[in-house]
Structures are given as structure tokens and as C-alpha cells.
């Protein structure tokens, strides 16, 4: 809302609170932002998005185009990435080169289904986002008990389903 004086000079603005705009309130943003990990743990579950706000909103932002396109460039980087030769100077966070390129076929068909899917199931992309960003995910953990293969697999059948 807009102040004005007499000669339709502003005063000042006041603002609508955000969440009375409907958006979002700051607390709720920063709290996903710094729960991000464990949101996507819980969605990757099978937790509905419904059961907290902190869900819903971290389910918008996976289901989001912009997210979906960067889970898969990352994907196809780390298949790439696994078929270099490694440099020992290399200062990025090492993958577990053996099970990407076990798993590069499924992989790679699963950055392709992330993009090309129209609406995707929050619990296949959460599954994917843990397989990225999680550092104790199979893709970074050689010793880790159950295989990028599998997490690629289970994402992969958990894209075609239905969404919730």
C-alpha cells in the first residue's frame, strides 16, 4: 500500500506481511532451507507433502522445473565425470567412480525422465535430490548399503507413478 500526499508525492510504502500475501513467510523459507537434506529424506519415505508446511514448500521447490533441470545436468556431469580418467589434484567432492558407472545407464534415464516428465511424483525427485546432495549417499560412498543402481532404480519407478 502506497501513502500519498496531497500532490501524489509517496510518504513512504508499507508492505503487506508475506504470508498475507500468500507467499511463504521467512521463518518457513529458512527453515526448509536449513532442513533441505532431511525434507528430501522424508519425501524420498514416502511422507506425504501434506503432513507440515516445511514438506509442502520443499515439495514445491523439487517439483520446480528450474530443480528438476539441475538434478539431471547433475547426473549426466557425474556419469561424465566417472569416465575421465581422475586427476589426483582434483579439489571436487569425489564420487564413488565404480557404482556411477555401474549405474550410468540408469542414471542417465533417469536425468533424461526427470526433465521430460510433466508431473513427476515428489518422492521419485526427493530420491534423486538425496542421491545428489546428500554426502552420505551411495554416489559418494563406496561402502554405503544399497547401490546407486538401486536409488536409481527406485527413482526411476517412482517418477512413473502418480503423483499424491
Not at 513467510?25 to 519415505?45: I, K, P, Q
Not at 526433465?115 to 552420505?136: E, I, K, N, Y
Request: proline share 7%.
Amino acid at each position: 500500500m502506497l501513502l500519498l500526499r496531497a500532490r501524489g508525492q509517496a510518504t513512504g510504502i508499507r508492505l503487506l506481511p508475506r504470508a498475507r500475501r500468500g507467499g511463504p513467510t521467512l521463518g518457513l523459507r529458512m527453515r526448509v532451507w536449513a532442513g533441505s537434506l532431511a525434507l528430501d529424506c522424508r519425501l524420498a519415505e514416502g511422507v506425504p507433502p501434506s503432513n507440515s508446511p516445511e514438506l509442502a514448500l520443499r515439495a514445491q521447490q523439487l517439483l520446480s522445473e528450474r530443480a528438476r533441470r539441475a538434478l539431471s545436468s547433475t547426473l549426466i556431469a557425474t556419469v561424465d565425470t566417472a569416465r575421465r580418467p581422475r586427476r589426483p589434484t582434483s579439489a571436487k567432492t569425489p564420487i564413488a567412480t565404480a557404482g556411477v558407472l555401474g549405474a550410468a545407464w540408469q542414471l542417465e534415464s533417469l536425468a533424461h525422465q526427470l526433465v521430460a516428465t510433466s508431473d513427476p511424483s515428489v518422492r521419485g525427485v526427493a530420491l534423486v535430490s538425496f542421491l545428489v546432495c546428500d554426502p552420505a549417499s551411495p554416489l559418494y560412498r563406496r561402502n554405503s548399503s544399497v547401490t546407486v543402481r538401486e536409488i536409481a532404480n527406485r527413482a526411476r519407478s517412482a517418477l512413473r507413478q502418480l503423483p499424491r
